[in-house]
């Protein structure tokens, strides 16, 4: 569906109270706000018409099902992340602007996570996301496939940590560690701050700096 | 809830048909298929009772509710993990066995993931996992924080492979890369596998290697 077809709907029936115009810009929303408040199971086409104060067949109209409602979800957040600034950037300093946005995005939606991550990415904005990432470390001549494995690398740190910030309270206890026979691991937790996401911030950003120390190693 | 007051329902009750003794073996297995089946959030106590063929009140007699299920489940896929073996390798084959077990773990089950990175871990099992790894960093002569970190990113890194050896068909199609503005990452896709599930696979353990020398560079 275009976007020229979006958003048409209140001119057509004039007799129904005015609502905002259902664009995708406003489904994406609708769809991440679900997903943030209690996951993708949940955004059923149901609810996003629902969220969006329309009937399901109306939202038909403009989506066509939850794939595509997906495909917008996963741009609305591309668009969170993306940066053509990174162009202009050598290549380690775009790995790190673009490692933080990737991390701080999905730190504000672990919800989307699994999902993003074992379905298909077929929208425009993340594919220019990546194209836009590869090309920055590609025109430091870097070989393709080396940069797209550096990528993937990348995201799933990123990923992992931004669970993390979300994570229910610690993750782990100094006391329990010692007590279930792990004293080592005891000994590491009870130096750390007690604020989880504190140290999943900052563990991230150690890691990222070193993950892009890694790739100064030829091959 | 200690390990000798489990299973021992059937022989207080002797009126009711034989069934499998109720241990904490056969309930995480029935929680773990659930979960592996329909997700976290279907893994209520209600559906393991039925699964295990037993009533909830009975269930709950032998686990206190849904976060002792939580480590219950984290235990058995830790010990699908667990190796002491890796304590007599060199720290870089034992992050590479290690790396891998994880990863294969996760990859039979992804729809653990999320809650288990998201809530506290508080069972012997793996807290022991995680003193293994860590003590068989520290006696080649790491630093407890560094062991620690690189413990985090080697998970997040083995999660996110595991998510993707999961996926739904292909994450990346070149012909779409191509149409949508992104021609570096179509040619790069273009030479790729088309199998998903061989790509995760060659990926992470490609990143894996590279993780390992990583952590030559000191400091």
Redo the contacts between chains.
């Keep these: 569906m275009s976007r020229t077809e979006v958003g048409t709907e209140d001119q057509r029936k004039p007799g129904r109270p005015t609502r905002p115009p259902l664009t995708e810009g406003a489904i994406a929303d609708a769809a991440l706000a679900i997903i943030d408040e209690s ?1 993708w ?1 949940a955004c059923t086409m149901k609810a996003v018409a629902t969220r969006l104060g329309v009937r399901a067949p109306s939202l038909y109209h403009h989506v066509e099902g939850r794939p595509a409602i997906l495909d917008l979800v996963r741009s609305t957040i591309a668009a969170e992340i993306h940066d053509p600034g990174i162009l202009e950037l050598p290549w380690d300093e775009a790995m790190l602007r673009f490692g933080t946005a990737y991390y701080r995005a999905f730190a504000r939606h ?1 919800n989307t ?2 999902v993003l ?8 904005i993340t ?2 996301l ?2 836009c990432f ?2 920055s470390l ?1 025109r430091d001549g870097w070989d ?2 080396r ?3 550096a990528l ?2 990348l ?3 990123a ?3 931004a ?2 910030w ?8 100094s006391a ?2 010692a007590e ?6 005891a ?3 009870a ?2 701050p007690e604020d989880q996401a504190a140290l999943a911030e900052s ?1 991230f950003m ?2 990222l700096r ?2 892009i ?2 790739f100064r ?1 030829p091959g």
Tied chains: 1, 2.
């Design positions: 996951g199971q672990p996570i699994e991550s074992t379905t298909p990415v077929r929208d425009a594919l220019q990546y194209e590869l090309q590609h393709g496939a940069a797209f494995e993937l690398g995201e799933h740190l990923l992992g940590f669970f993390e979300n994570a229910e309270g610690l993750m782990l206890e329990r560690c279930l026979g792990a004293p080592l691991l000994e590491i937790v130096e750390r563990s150690s890691l070193r993950y120390e890694m190693i």
